[in-house]
């Protein structure tokens, strides 16, 4: 008898959770309800080569980015013409690694591949390749791992 009303008492509680319509079946969520949690897409970790903290570099006009765990920051020689907003992360979009992020108020969007690079001013060489568009402007350059950075008479 015991084990009867706790069934009963189990399935009533249970029903009392999870309200129904007036034929049984789940009831529709208040139109002021919160968004029913999703599990995101799990995107493809980066490969070893875009993690960590990158430097990205270019001349003629001389330019660089940093990529850093929070944050990406851009600027130039001109103290004037630089900018810093939030690091979302970056996604693999085929070979390419790409970060997108707002500076200022420009979107800012990053694409590094790897391949060797020259700074096209010295004999060093990088591992990757970058275009970095921000704005209305696209800088072509290299990058690499800021730990890895290559260094003259190396």
Known sequence: MKRLLLTISAAILASACQP???DGSPAKPPADAPAPQTS????????????????????????????????????????????????????MQGASAVWDSVLG????????????????????????????TLGDKTLKGCAVKTAEKPREGQ
């Open 20 to 22: 129904q319509g007036p």
């Open 105 to 132: 108020d420009k979107p800012l969007r990053i694409i590094l591949t790897e391949g060797e690079c020259s700074d096209g001013m010295s004999d060093l060489k990088y591992p990757l390749t970058a275009t970095v």
């Open 40 to 91: 995101p897409a799990t995107a493809p970790e980066l490969p070893e080569a875009f993690r960590g903290d990158l430097d990205v570099l270019g001349t003629e006009p001389f330019w660089g980015v940093q990529i850093r765990e929070t944050q990406i920051s851009y600027s130039t020689p001109e103290p004037s013409d630089t900018a810093t907003g939030p690091n979302k992360g970056g996604v």
